[in-house]
């Protein structure tokens, strides 16, 4: 009789003991992580100006001169060139979870308004970052150009 209420114990144990190989130990999220946060602290911190804005060839980066933009907390995104107060929304999105690599981070930068703000509304391809210069990408869905967006920390 006391085999028999054994079984099931041992059986427990071997679930059990099963079920915690089962991890998530193996993906990259902490790697993937790890680039995801150090992205949003790097654009969090200070202000920035736009140093190239490449619309499909043509050169915009002038529509933003003067301007220095602030990646707040909350998401706020700011843009102001002490006469000219924009807002919008920032976050920093990983197209893909299970990998490491910053190709896969994206800069979502959104303004409605004016115009030339609004332009810059996308989720931009991170190409490079470093504590004073991010390079960023976006491969144009309806014409197929390439816009390209540099901004310096100043």
Known sequence: MKTFKLIPVLLCIFMLNVA??????????????????????????????????NDSGTIKTSNYSGYNFTFGSGNALSASNGTNFNTGIWSVADSNSNDDSIDDLDLVINFNSPANFAELTDDWDIVTYSASKIELRDVSGGNGGTDLLTFQKN
Do not use: A, E, F, R
């Not at 993937?32 to 140093?51: A, E, P, Q």
């Open 20 to 53: 915690s190989m089962c991890s998530k130990d193996d993906d990259n999220s902490s790697s993937s992580n790890t680039h995801l946060n150090n992205v949003m602290n790097t654009v969090s911190s200070g202000t920035w100006k736009i140093t190239l804005y």
